[in-house]
Each structure stands twice: as structure tokens, then as C-alpha cells.
């Protein structure tokens, strides 16, 4: 079991829905950080959650929101996305960088 | 020039064979260097991390740097079916993040 926990696994939602995808930690990591990934493609970078701040990547559309209740915990709110956004979401865990990050299993998103 | 490069592949080598994987990066003061390995549909997993110069051997898996040459290879010997997956190269940035390549895929065929 990987100790970075993703819910759900699989989400089909339509275009005018609202939904959220949860991340969790378990390893006291002081770092959080949502990634999309498309077929083929590396690990594209969306948000961070470091030392109590956010960090946002400008290329990442306002239909993405991300909300840190706590320090173990990384949520990211989708809301009116587009068929574009189809994708692997990953979320990884790091004490530090330069130890290197878990990722959790993803949540495989489809948008209709 | 990309940050991080690799060849995509895909990397067909047979069972019990040596795969040498390569990546090169661009940011000189990068000091830490990682290797995932990713199967279809699959989350990223950690496999290999190497700071300094030189080899790092852990089971069939040896990661080496050479930070003169800004290079940094995966060596897997005795490939196993198994094994077939795409391996992303990741590097520590100056903005204390990772910056992923786009990964080589690896085919190990029996």
C-alpha cells in the first residue's frame, strides 16, 4: 500500500459538474504537490503546498482549485472542465526534494 | 534545449540482457537526481536516487552521474519482462522542484 492515498481512483464527470479529488499523506512529509499526466507524457506540474504556502503554476486554468485543510492533506477541486482535461492526476509527498517525492496511485479523470 | 532529456524509445533489449537508459539535464547546480520507473496507467515509483559523481549499485539496478558531463544513466542487468516499463529521469531544479524528462520506454522481450 502506497502511503500516499488518492480517492477516487476512477472519475467520469461531465462538463458542468463539480467534483473533488482527496490526497492524503501518512509520512509527516512537509510538502504536497498535484501533478496531471497525459498518455505518453511526463508529470506535468500544477500545485505545491510547501511550509504552509501554496504555489501555483500560472499555466494551470482557474477551473482547478487546490484547498490544503492541513499539513497531510491536499485536495483539488475541478469545476466546468473540458474533455482537454482528461488526464492522470497524481499527487506525491516530499520531506525534501532532494530526497525525491512518493507519488500515490492517481485518480484516472475522464471528462464528458 | 529542455531541461531534462531523454530518448523516448522505445528500448527493446531480450530477457537477461543489460538495459542502459540515459538522461541528460541542463541546470548545472542541480545536486539531486532520481530515477522512477512507470507502468502503463501506473503512478510513478521511485527506484533509484544518486547524488554524487560515480555508481550506485542497488540490486540489478546501478544508477550513475557524472555532473562534469551533465549526465546521469540507469543500468538494469539481467532485464526481466518485467522490467518493461517507462523510466523517467528526475532532477532537482533551482526552485526546489523536481523536473521530470519525458521518459524512455523499455521493452524487455523473452
Known amino acids: 500500500d502506497t502511503e500516499v492515498t488518492q480517492t477516487p481512483k476512477h472519475l467520469v464527470m461531465g462538463m458542468t459538474n463539480k467534483k473533488s479529488l482527496k490526497c492524503e499523506q501518512h509520512?509527516?512529509?512537509?510538502?504536497m504537490y498535484w501533478y496531471k499526466q497525459k498518455a505518453k507524457k511526463p508529470p506535468e506540474l500544477m500545485f505545491v503546498y510547501s511550509y504552509e504556502k501554496l504555489s501555483i503554476n500560472e499555466s494551470v486554468p482557474s477551473r482547478f482549485s487546490p484547498e490544503c485543510p492541513n499539513s497531510s492533506l491536499l485536495n483539488l477541486h475541478l469545476h466546468a472542465l473540458q474533455p482537454e482535461d482528461s488526464a492522470l492526476y497524481l499527487c506525491?509527498?516530499?520531506?525534501?526534494?532532494?530526497?525525491?517525492?512518493?507519488f500515490g496511485s492517481g485518480t484516472r479523470l475522464t471528462v464528458v | 534545449q529542455k531541461e531534462v532529456e531523454q530518448n523516448s524509445g522505445p528500448l527493446s533489449v531480450p530477457e537477461g540482457a543489460i538495459a542502459s537508459l540515459n538522461c541528460t539535464y541542463s541546470d548545472r547546480v542541480s545536486q539531486s537526481f532520481f530515477w522512477y520507473r512507470q507502468y502503463s496507467g501506473k503512478s510513478p515509483e521511485l527506484i533509484m536516487s544518486?547524488?554524487?559523481?560515480g555508481d550506485k549499485e542497488d540490486g540489478r539496478f546501478t544508477a550513475q552521474l557524472n555532473k562534469a558531463s551533465q549526465y546521469v544513466s540507469l543500468l538494469i542487468r539481467d532485464s526481466q519482462p518485467s522490467d518493461s516499463a517507462t523510466y523517467l529521469c528526475a532532477v532537482e531544479g533551482n526552485t526546489d522542484k523536481l523536473i521530470f524528462g519525458t521518459g524512455t520506454r523499455l521493452q524487455v522481450f523473452p
Open positions: 506525491a509527498s516530499s520531506q525534501e526534494t532532494a530526497t525525491g517525492y512518493t
Open positions: 544518486i547524488y554524487s559523481n
Open positions: 509520512m509527516g512529509h512537509r510538502a
